[in-house]
């Protein structure tokens, strides 16, 4: 079996989740193949736009080497729907009680955003320990994953928003950060092209990224 199983083995399957938005719903499948072909397997297709269900679907019957997550959850029942269009795993900016429920029940792993100490202590209360720090940058970035390590250091986190491939190497370099979130894999403008030979440009320097130390 080629599918990661929980959410740790999601986050230390590359070093780069990239965060997509389908806008053409005929571009879903050839991303996809694009950035698996340069190494990136583990793909976050966003809620925020209303072809995000019909690309996880398409993408989880065409490319099932990809490990096809569903991200930008706010609601419950985008839970049983990401579930039954294919997604293996959920991504949210935020948690909530709802949320919580509804990971539980639907059995999809989820993977939690928090940005204060206070929403983290409260995610691990609810048995999560894999954390999505969002948005990263305005949440104070390095310095502030470095502070979350000393009181929370059986934690780790997917540090997303703001972070580009040139300061990746850095946040990777934190003992406590397992992958980062980004958009810089699938520019609009080289999507909007059908460049998908430089999509897979992309997801190879991606793939290939190391911890800058």
């Not at 925020?48 to 490990?67: C, D, M, Q």
């Not at 919580?100 to 989820?110: F, N, T, Y």
């Not at 370099?173 to 520019?187: E, H, I, R």
């Amino acid at each position: 079996m080629n599918k990661a199983e929980t959410m740790q083995d999601i986050m230390r399957s590359s070093p780069v989740m990239p965060v997509i938005v389908i806008d053409q719903i005929e571009q879903a499948v050839p991303l996809a193949r694009a950035l698996v072909a340069g190494g990136i397997r583990v793909l976050e297709i966003t809620l925020r736009s209303v072809h995000g269900l019909a690309a996880i679907r398409a993408i989880a019957s065409a490319v099932p080497e990809a490990i096809v997550g569903v991200g930008t959850l706010t609601r419950p029942e985008e839970f049983w729907q990401a579930r039954d269009a294919g997604a293996t795993f959920g991504v949210s900016p935020g948690l909530s009680a709802a949320l919580i429920s509804a990971a539980k029940d639907s059995g999809l792993p989820l993977l939690p955003g928090v940005m204060t100490p206070s929403e983290v202590m409260a995610a691990r209360e609810a048995g999560f320990l894999q954390l999505k720090l969002f948005p990263a940058i305005a949440a104070g970035g390095i310095n502030m994953l470095k502070a979350l390590g000393g009181p929370f250091p059986e934690l780790c986190f997917c540090p997303t928003g703001g972070i580009s491939q040139q300061t990746a190497p850095e946040f990777l370099a934190c003992p406590n950060v397992a992958c980062v979130g980004g958009s810089w894999l699938t520019p609009k403008a080289v999507m909007d092209q059908e460049d998908w030979a430089g999509i897979t440009a992309l997801a190879y320097a991606a793939a290939n990224l190391s911890a800058e130390i």
